[in-house]
């Protein structure tokens, strides 16, 4: 089976730099999602670790370490629209997992 | 590039009535899902097709629900009789064959039982 855990809320203000975390235990494991969702819309990717490290992708980074099942997503200087639920979703033998996500709330 | 298409965007029906659901995915995409979304919680798996092939139905609630992808393409995913507890957001996604590509979610069907 999949345990995904990501915190449920967090808050931060305009301009400032936001760490979502997510820790995974999945049956085999081929790489880690991140997907962003707004209210009342479809889930969107945002980026894919396969491999430890940090993977850089604008003012959104994420980073994967496969020996502790940890993964987090950067997002730095955050704008008004980076309000969204964020979603944590390891792929493990068969299938992808989603993570009940993470709402961030930007504050002007 | 068109995006994954699903019918209808809304709908509500009382309970023990039937009620399905159309997804029409990225053209070239062989792989299909079908997931349901409860508020406040993540996607959950419901079935998964390669072309017209079922991958992964294991979360499919089979005694009430069932999905087809005829042709390989365009899919149905139906709900009878449905369950007050069936209440939630169906996202068809669609996606390449192989494990590092990213799946592209169509607009979701908001589902109401009542």
């Known amino acids: 089976g999949q345990n995904i855990d990501q915190p449920t809320e967090m808050t931060a203000t305009e301009g400032a730099i936001v760490q979502i975390n997510c820790t995974y235990q999945?049956?085999?494991?081929?790489?880690l999602f991140w997907y962003q969702q707004h209210a009342g819309e479809a889930p969107t990717f945002l980026s894919y670790n396969v491999l430890d490290g940090l993977e850089e992708k604008g003012r959104f980074s994420s980073f994967l370490s496969r020996s502790k099942g940890y993964s987090y997503l950067l997002l730095k200087e955050l704008q008004m629209k980076d309000s969204a639920s964020y979603l944590c979703a390891p792929r493990g033998d068969y299938k992808l997992s989603f993570g009940a996500g993470t709402t961030v709330t930007v504050r002007a | 590039e068109a995006g994954v298409a699903q019918s209808p965007r809304y709908k509500i029906i009382e309970k023990r009535q039937s009620v399905a659901f159309w997804c029409n995915p990225i053209s070239g995409h062989a792989t299909l899902y079908w997931y349901q979304q409860i508020l406040g919680q993540g996607p959950k798996l419901l079935i998964q097709?390669?072309?017209?092939?079922?991958?992964?139905d294991s979360q499919l609630p089979k005694d009430r629900f069932s999905a087809e992808r005829l042709k390989g393409v365009d899919s149905t995913l139906k709900i009878q009789p449905a369950k007050l507890e069936d209440s939630a957001v169906y996202l068809c996604?669609?996606?390449?064959?192989?494990?590092?590509?990213?799946?592209?979610f169509g607009p979701g069907t908001r589902l109401t039982v009542t």
């Open positions: 999945t049956s085999g494991f081929n790489g």
């Open positions: 097709f390669q072309n017209n092939g079922v991958v992964d």
């Open positions: 996604a669609s996606s390449l064959s192989g494990q590092r590509y990213e799946q592209y």
